[in-house]
Nanobody
Framework: QVQLVESGGGLVQAGGSLRLSCAAS????????MGWFRQAPGKEREFVAS????????YYEDSVKGRFTISRDNAENTVYLQMNSLKPEDTAVYYC?????????????????WGRGTQVTVSS
């Protein structure tokens, strides 16, 4: 069983930055493909970014490219999401997810393991 715990959310003004962290349990963290998703009120959960086992391949949703960076520290069993130039439309609950799947995973149904989420609010 994989357990994921997100942290780092909060309230920030537009143009500001936040770094989200996701701590994972299990000694095979390096085998997981990790993803970040977000869900705004009244909207479906959407893909934000993902990173593969070695950390060399990362994928981003178009609206966050150039502003968000996903990274991982396998020694610390942690994945990060650095969010810069935040916009009010980035406001959402952000979820960390993991999968042992080998294909690039960009949909919620690709991920069997989820954290409880952390709220990010960007004021204008």
């Amino acid at each position: 069983q994989v357990q994921l715990v997100e942290s780092g959310g909060g309230l920030v003004q537009a143009g500001g930055s936040l770094r989200l962290s996701c701590a994972a349990s299990g000694d095979t963290f390096s085998s997981y493909q990790m993803g970040w998703f977000r869900q705004a009120p009244g909207k479906e959960r959407e893909f934000v970014a993902s990173i593969r086992w070695g950390g060399s391949s990362a994928y981003y949703e178009d609206s966050v490219k150039g502003r968000f960076t996903i990274s991982r520290d396998n020694a610390e069993n942690t994945v990060y999401l650095q969010m810069n130039s935040l916009k009010p439309e980035d406001t959402a609950v952000y979820y960390c997810a993991s999968t042992f799947g080998t294909a690039t995973a960009m949909f919620p149904q690709d991920y069997p393991y989820w954290g409880r989420g952390t709220q990010v609010t960007v004021s204008s």
